[in-house]
C-alpha cells in the first residue's frame, strides 16, 4: 500500500494538466493553504464527489491513563471531522455511483 504525498500530487498534477513542475507544486500548496486556512476559521469545506472537512469542538471531559489507572482532564479542543461523500464511499467499495436500486 502506498502513501499519497504532496510530492506525488504535485507530479498527477504535472502530468495531467501541462503546467510546470514549480507551478504544479504551487498550485497544490494554494489549495491546501486555502482548505487549512478556512478550517481554522471554523468553517466546513467541501468538495462535491469527494466529501466534506468540518470542525468540531469537543468539551472538556475526564479522561484516565490506561497505564495508572489515574483519572486525568482532557481539556477542551476543536477537533478536524471528515464526513466522505456517498460518490467516494461507492467508488472505495468498486460500485458505480448513482447506480444503486434504492435509491
Known amino acids: 500500500m502506498q502513501t499519497v504525498t504532496r510530492a506525488h500530487l504535485a507530479e498527477m498534477i504535472y502530468a495531467e494538466v501541462g503546467l ?8 497544490l500548496e494554494t ?6 486556512a478556512t478550517l481554522q ?3 466546513s469545506v467541501k468538495i462535491s464527489g469527494f466529501g466534506t472537512f468540518s470542525v468540531r469542538q469537543k468539551g472538556r471531559r475526564i479522561g484516565r491513563n490506561p497505564k495508572t489507572g489515574e483519572e486525568v482532564p482532557i481539556l477542551p479542543r476543536r477537533v478536524l471531522v471528515f ?3 456517498h460518490v467516494l464511499k461507492a467508488r472505495i467499495n468498486g460500485l458505480v455511483p448513482g447506480a444503486d436500486e434504492d435509491e
Do not use: M
Open 83 to 85: 464526513r466522505p461523500s
Open 41 to 43: 476559521d471554523g468553517e
Open 31 to 36: 489549495v491546501l493553504e486555502r482548505i487549512s
Open 20 to 27: 510546470s513542475r514549480n507551478e504544479s507544486a504551487d498550485l
